[in-house]
């Protein structure tokens, strides 16, 4: 994690680039939480900043110590998480906020709540004591993400490539009204999804899939927060559910899902446990996939912000299926991975602004 270089596309002038070491402030009451984060962040390169036990030790310290990224735990005394996040993106409106916690139906929704009122990011710490198998992925998962975060929008690219990649996009496509929209997102996504999806009818004509890297538990309660945010339908995924127009399918945490065509021809959903593709389950690559395979070019594909390159070969199938597709660009990205290894393949139809992908999906897709 030191040292991240990234390939040329092709032109001499680009040049490898090495982002600066990510500066990170933990706020969590759990001493052992704080000793163990800050060794696995040091030990990755990043540079831990500072450290508060509470809400009003991370307010009185957030201006001088500059952090890129602010690890914040939900339950702490005195002012929960919650409750200090709007003071602490006041106080430092560059510092992106991460939500840590142990996952429990609470405080599950808190963080929902939280990822709506500006956090980029939830974490889910091991519930019980730190020498569970559990560890392990915890730990990769806080490294990637704060470093993930930390390269942003346009550190992931040699110099020069974003701008050369962002310019290639064109807004303005138009074609035949989708039978359906999938969509892949991970890293701030779900600000994202509430940004896009606002702006369509509350009956869209289409189903809507959506696979946004997540655990257990928060999805459900992501299609609670976007129903109550858009006005349409949506669920946690059911295996084996009719798929049906005007209805927001979101894959089920630690769970794939794809499209499958039933006996009587009618497409349905298909959750499954297989292995996790570029470490994600859900994974963006199966949906993407399979409505490829079902729908073909009446399919309309949309990437949303995200590190890694989770969805580029789903992507590609898409592509070769004749599918319309839909990046964010990268200003508005909260990470361009995942948007921008489609725009680098040169897979995508559109490149947009989130400002702008709602307005331009809702007059492709219609409604009632």
């Not at 899939?209 to 999805?219: E, G, N």
């Not at 499209?259 to 199966?286: L, M």
């Amino acid at each position: 994690m030191k040292n991240i270089a990234t390939k040329s596309p092709g032109s001499e002038r680009h040049k490898t680039i090495h982002p600066p070491a990510p500066r990170v402030m933990l706020v969590d009451d759990s001493g052992i939480s704080r000793v163990l984060m800050a060794r696995w962040l040091d030990e990755s390169g990043a540079q831990v900043v500072s450290q508060a036990s509470n809400g009003r030790e991370a307010l009185a310290n957030i201006a001088s110590a500059r952090p890129d990224i602010v690890l914040l735990d939900i339950e702490m005394p005195g002012k929960s998480g919650i409750e200090i996040l709007p003071l602490l993106r006041e106080a430092s409106p560059q510092s992106r906020i991460v939500m840590v916690s142990t996952l429990t139906q609470r405080n599950a929704a808190i963080t929902m709540e939280a990822l709506s009122a500006g956090a980029v990011e939830a974490l889910a710490k091991p519930n019980s004591d730190w020498s569970g198998s559990s560890v392990a992925e915890f730990r990769r998962r806080l490294v990637e993400t704060v470093w993930g975060i930390c390269q942003g929008s346009e550190a992931a690219w040699p110099v020069g490539a974003a701008a050369e990649v962002r310019s290639a996009g064109r807004a303005g496509t138009r074609r035949a009204r989708p039978s359906i929209v999938a969509i892949g997102a991970s890293t701030g996504g779900p600000a994202a999804l509430f940004s896009l999806l606002k702006h369509l009818p509350k009956a869209p004509r289409v189903p809507i899939l959506i696979a946004q890297h997540m655990p257990p538990m928060f999805t459900g309660l992501l299609g609670t927060h976007l129903t109550r945010q858009t006005g349409i339908s949506s669920a946690e995924a059911v295996h084996d559910d009719a798929i049906t127009q005007g209805q927001i399918y979101i894959a089920p945490g630690a769970h794939h899902m794809s499209v499958r065509r039933a006996a009587d021809g009618t497409p349905r959903i298909r959750i499954t446990d297989d292995p996790p593709e570029n470490f994600c389950r859900p994974s963006v690559n199966p949906l993407f996939r399979s409505v490829a395979d079902i729908y073909g070019s009446a399919a309309l594909a949309i990437m949303l912000t995200g590190m890694g390159k989770d969805g580029l070969e789903g992507t590609k199938a898409m592509r070769a299926a004749g599918a319309h597709i839909l990046a964010q660009d990268a200003v508005s990205s909260i990470v361009w991975g995942m948007p921008g290894a489609i725009v680098h393949e040169g897979l995508a139809d559109d490149v947009l602004s989130i400002e702008d992908m709602g307005p331009f999906v809702a007059d492709l897709v219609g409604g009632s």
